[in-house]
T-cell receptor, first 117, second 110 residues
Framework: GAVVSQHPSRVICKSGTSVKIECRSLDFQATTMFWYRQFPKKSLMLMAT?????????EQGVEKDKFLINHASLTLSTLTVTSAHPEDSSFYIC?????????????FGPGTRLTVL | AQRVTQPEKLLSVFKGAPVELKCNYS??????LFWYVQYSRQRLQLLLR??SRESIKGFTADLNKGETSFHLKKPFAQEEDSAMYYC????????????FGTGTRLQVFP
């Protein structure tokens, strides 16, 4: 149980286009989801906390207009990278906390590799 | 500032040797600490948390508030333990968010 999926697994886009990444909790409801960014050989950097039915909370230094997050249902959160540029190329990972379950345990998606040409 | 430090990028040992992956944290409050593991081509998953005080796959970790450390230990490493290990801190109980260290790659040779 507690499986999180991401779609697409990898995407290549042209500079200036927008890309949407989906994060789904497949067998549980998640009131809270998180979006991370991972640079090569570096740690996961928390970008934002996504709460169902409310605005996302962004970490310092993360542009909310650049990285749009929508958490419209208890099983889906989306991250849209707007007007993508090569520096946005990265590995994006989401995680979700079950609505009912062990306190604080985050379940991670497999990640999405974004390459902006 | 809240920070998690894993000083070793790579730790290589032979099968059967003891393993200690170091983690130090910087946090003024009462921390909640975790170890996550990522096996090759798999997603990140929780290995253990300090409040559980449990042993998972032979690994244990003790929170030392005096040294602000949460080192991960295993007395006898196995080849299947080879993976990336991330130490993480939950800075506040209200938000559940995690601050990750940079990770340590453990290689266990046969």
């Amino acid at each position: 149980g507690a499986v999180v999926s991401q779609h697409p697994s990898r995407v290549i886009c042209k500079s200036g286009t927008s890309v949407k990444i989906e994060c789904r909790s497949l067998d549980f409801q998640a009131t809270t989801m998180f979006w991370y960014r991972q640079f090569p050989k570096k740690s996961l950097m928390l970008m934002a906390t996504s709460n169902e039915g409310s605005k996302a909370t962004y970490e310092q230094g993360v542009e909310k207009d650049k990285f749009l997050i929508n958490h419209a249902s208890l099983t889906l959160s989306t991250l849209t990278v707007t007007s993508a540029h090569p520096e946005d190329s990265s590995f994006y990972i989401c995680s979700a906390i079950p609505r009912q379950g062990a306190h604080n345990e985050q379940f991670f998606g497999p990640g999405t590799r974004l390459t902006v040409l | 500032a809240q920070r998690v430090t894993q000083p070793e990028k790579l730790l290589s040992v032979f099968k059967g040797a003891p393993v200690e992956l170091k983690c130090n944290y910087s946090y003024s409050g009462s921390p909640e600490l975790f170890w996550y593991v990522q096996y090759s081509r798999q997603r990140l998953q929780l290995l253990l948390r300090h409040i559980s005080r449990e042993s998972i796959k032979g690994f244990t970790a003790d929170l030392n508030k005096g040294e602000t450390s949460f080192h991960l230990k295993k007395p006898f490493a196995q080849e299947e333990d080879s993976a990336m290990y991330y130490c993480a801190l939950n800075p506040t109980y209200n938000t559940d968010k995690l601050i990750f260290g940079t990770g340590t790659r453990l290689q266990v040779f046969p």
